[in-house]
């Protein structure tokens, strides 16, 4: 895309279900260019055939899924990426940063506020995990409740545990 833009080519970012692609408009349609599958290209048909197929989708939701991204959707969707990835490697200062960046651009996202506390325990912030934890239990769905009120107080433990 950086290549592009510097070419005069208005090529766009797709944030595809379970798949990042570009868009290029053409005088024909647009055009899907997949760098992470053999550099394929497709058609919008094909585009919407090939991602019916992986995600189990209906047509009519997937092709709502073909427009262009905006940058920020494009970065806050890199960003969970890489959340996911250091979460299953069990890497929790990585994730900690991550998450920073993530609860930056979306301050209001209770699920990424929830995986920040969390993480913060892992990453042995436990000070800022205490009062993020708190802070979550005041406007927590009622089912994440006990698992929050349990986290809170493993951390507590924790902090007591150094003291």
């Not at 990042?20 to 550099?39: H, Q, W, Y």
């Not at 019916?52 to 806050?76: F, G, H, N």
């Not at 979306?106 to 506390?117: E, I, K, Q, V």
Request: glycine content about 4%; proline content about 4%; hydrophobic content about 45%.
């Amino acid at each position: 895309m950086a290549i592009c833009e510097k070419l005069s080519i208005d090529l766009k970012g797709v944030a595809a279900p379970m798949h990042f692609m570009t868009r290029l408009e053409t005088i024909e349609g647009p055009v899907f260019f997949d760098a992470f599958s053999g550099n394929r290209i497709m058609s919008f048909d094909e585009a919407v055939d090939w991602l019916c197929q992986i995600t189990k989708w209906p047509a009519d939701q997937v092709e709502t899924c073909l427009e262009p991204a905006s940058e920020r959707d494009i970065i806050i969707r890199m960003l969970m990426n890489l959340k996911s990835y250091y979460a299953m490697r069990e890497q929790w200062d990585a994730a900690w940063i991550v998450l920073n960046r993530l609860a930056a651009l979306s301050p209001s996202d209770y699920s990424t506020r929830r995986d920040l506390a969390f993480t913060a325990g892992r990453a042995n912030h436990t000070g800022t995990a205490i009062r993020l934890l708190k802070s979550l239990l005041r406007h927590c769905p009622h089912e994440e409740r006990q698992a929050i009120q349990d986290e809170l107080a493993n951390v507590e433990n924790q902090l007591h545990r150094w003291n």
